[in-house]
């Protein structure tokens, strides 16, 4: 796939059209009823920008309506007004002040601020409000409780700006899950909020070492976190739901029925598609840098070729819903990814604080949803040439 070239660099620059390319075709996201009991179409979208990134994985809406995106893979980070059809270019791709390398994600922080996630650089940045680039730290931060460095990058920001990411630490982490750690970027601190079951790996010993791999479509929990700090975790073994409060208090729902479904080559295939939605898996690499050791994370933005696919160790059936993360939109309500269908639909489980499923909500096999704004619901639209296209909704 192409990449758009980067020419702006200022802060405030216009976007021209000529830097991404156009998506190619628009079919209606809302033409297919409603596939089973409390199902709903996602519906027509009220507003597009149908310029193509490379990739989209998060968005942040900022105050006025303006949409904050960042694309790793072409390097660039983009406010835009999808109502007017203007784009700005926010910093330039660089290791300097207002630069950056690989842009991953924006989250919203108090005080109409920004958290840019730079992978390229091994950093997370601050913007202000007129998102100017402000204070700049390393995302590799050291456990004060145990001495080890954590690579403290974004899973989920809550409203106070607590940064909460997977980890391993003491007794909470066994050999098959991981802690749900948070962070306060003003104090350092770092606490664990609860553990989540994590992919299966294989490993590997040759002459040159042990390679570890992970083992495709394995039982994985997802989760995520509200703006009030409650984390959600959608347990895979029963498919069930629970609230952890901030006080530590556990809401469990009932486990939720669903049909087992072989996985076979269309699921493999599926599979391989779903990773290339972000950029493909992260590579971590260090190097030292001024006498300091720098950890940094790179999207390699391939895709596996499908004769690779074979190579891997496979569960016979699939898992309950998507290792991705749960997004939580503004009235509080989780929502879980499902594996797409056959026919290419994707559905989301939407969960209240108790874990139960209030709704059902269903989008085409070229759509996911990336965000959630004031009352307002964000998705990708992909082309055929693999571009990404963000869209604006209504929230169901």
Same mark, same amino acid.
């Given at each position: 796939?192409?990449?758009?070239?980067?020419?702006?660099?200022?802060?405030?620059?216009?976007?021209?059209?000529?830097?991404?390319?156009?998506?190619?075709?628009?079919?209606?996201?809302?033409?297919?009823?409603?596939?089973?009991?409390?199902?709903?179409?996602?519906?027509?979208?009220?507003?597009?920008?149908?310029?193509?990134?490379?990739?989209?994985?998060?968005?942040?809406?900022?105050?006025?309506?303006?949409?904050?995106?960042?694309?790793?893979?072409?390097?660039?980070?983009?406010?835009?007004?999808?109502?007017?059809?203007?784009?700005?270019?926010?910093?330039?791709?660089?290791?300097?002040?207002?630069?950056?390398?690989?842009?991953?994600?924006?989250?919203?922080?108090?005080?109409?601020?920004?958290?840019?996630?730079?992978?390229?650089?091994?950093?997370?940045?601050?913007?202000?409000?007129?998102?100017?680039?402000?204070?700049?730290?390393?995302?590799?931060?050291?456990?004060?409780?145990?001495?080890?460095?954590?690579?403290?990058?974004?899973?989920?920001?809550?409203?106070?700006?607590?940064?909460?990411?997977?980890?391993?630490?003491?007794?909470?982490?066994?050999?098959?899950?991981?802690?749900?750690?948070?962070?306060?970027?003003?104090?350092?601190?770092?606490?664990?909020?609860?553990?989540?079951?994590?992919?299966?790996?294989?490993?590997?010993?040759?002459?040159?070492?042990?390679?570890?791999?992970?083992?495709?479509?394995?039982?994985?929990?997802?989760?995520?976190?509200?703006?009030?700090?409650?984390?959600?975790?959608?347990?895979?073994?029963?498919?069930?739901?629970?609230?952890?409060?901030?006080?530590?208090?556990?809401?469990?729902?009932?486990?939720?029925?669903?049909?087992?479904?072989?996985?076979? *080559?269309?699921?493999?295939?599926?599979? *391989?598609?779903?990773?290339?939605?972000?950029?493909?898996?992260?590579?971590?690499?260090?190097?030292?840098?001024?006498?300091?050791?720098?950890?940094?994370?790179?999207?390699?933005?391939? *895709?596996?070729?499908?004769?690779?696919?074979?190579?891997?160790?496979?569960?016979?059936?699939?898992?309950?819903?998507?290792?991705?993360?749960?997004?939580?939109?503004?009235?509080?309500?989780?929502?879980?990814?499902?594996?797409?269908?056959?026919?290419?639909?994707?559905?989301?489980?939407?969960?209240?604080?108790?874990?139960?499923?209030?709704?059902?909500?269903?989008?085409?096999?070229?759509?996911?949803?990336?965000?959630?704004?004031?009352?307002?619901?964000?998705?990708?639209?992909?082309?055929?040439?693999?571009?990404?296209?963000?869209?604006?909704?209504?929230?169901?």
């Amino acid at each position: 796939m192409q990449m758009p070239t980067i020419v702006a660099r200022g802060a405030g620059a216009v976007l021209s059209a000529a830097l991404l390319t156009a998506c190619a075709g628009d079919p209606s996201a809302g033409d297919r009823s409603a596939g089973d009991v409390g199902a709903v179409p996602l519906g027509e979208a009220d507003a597009a920008w149908d310029e193509g990134f490379s990739v989209l994985s998060a968005v942040r809406e900022l105050p006025g309506g303006r949409v904050l995106v960042a694309d790793p893979l072409s390097q660039i980070v983009v406010a835009l007004d999808l109502d007017a059809g203007v784009a700005d270019t926010i910093g330039g791709v660089g290791s300097g002040p207002a630069e950056y390398r690989q842009p991953d994600a924006v989250w919203p922080l108090p005080e109409g601020r920004t958290l840019l996630v730079d992978l390229g650089n091994g950093r997370l940045t601050v913007l202000s409000p007129d998102l100017e680039f402000g204070d700049t730290r390393l995302f590799a931060t050291v456990d004060p409780r145990e001495g080890t460095v954590l690579r403290a990058i974004p899973h989920a920001v809550d409203g106070a700006g607590r940064v909460y990411f997977g980890g391993l630490r003491g007794s909470a982490a066994s050999p098959d899950s991981m802690t749900i750690l948070r962070l306060d970027l003003d104090t350092d601190a770092v606490d664990s909020v609860g553990a989540f079951k994590r992919a299966a790996i294989t490993m590997e010993f040759s002459g040159r070492g042990v390679r570890t791999r992970p083992v495709p479509l394995s039982p994985v929990d997802a989760w995520g976190v509200a703006a009030d700090g409650r984390v959600v975790v959608a347990r895979a073994g029963d498919y069930s739901v629970e609230w952890i409060a901030t006080d530590g208090t556990v809401t469990s729902g009932a486990p939720v029925p669903y049909a087992r479904r072989r996985i076979g *080559r269309a699921e493999k295939m599926a599979w *391989r598609d779903s990773q290339a939605e972000t950029g493909g898996g992260l590579t971590v690499r260090q190097e030292r840098v001024n006498g300091e050791m720098r950890t940094t994370v790179l999207r390699p933005g391939s *895709r596996e070729d499908e004769a690779e696919l074979d190579s891997y160790e496979w569960p016979a059936f699939l898992p309950p819903f998507s290792d991705r993360p749960i997004l939580v939109d503004g009235t509080g309500r989780a929502w879980v990814r499902r594996h797409r269908e056959a026919d290419g639909t994707l559905r989301y489980d939407l969960f209240d604080g108790t874990g139960a499923v209030v709704l059902k909500v269903e989008l085409d096999s070229q759509r996911r949803v990336v965000g959630f704004g004031d009352g307002t619901l964000y998705a990708v639209r992909t082309d055929g040439q693999g571009l990404q296209c963000l869209e604006r909704y209504v929230l169901p």
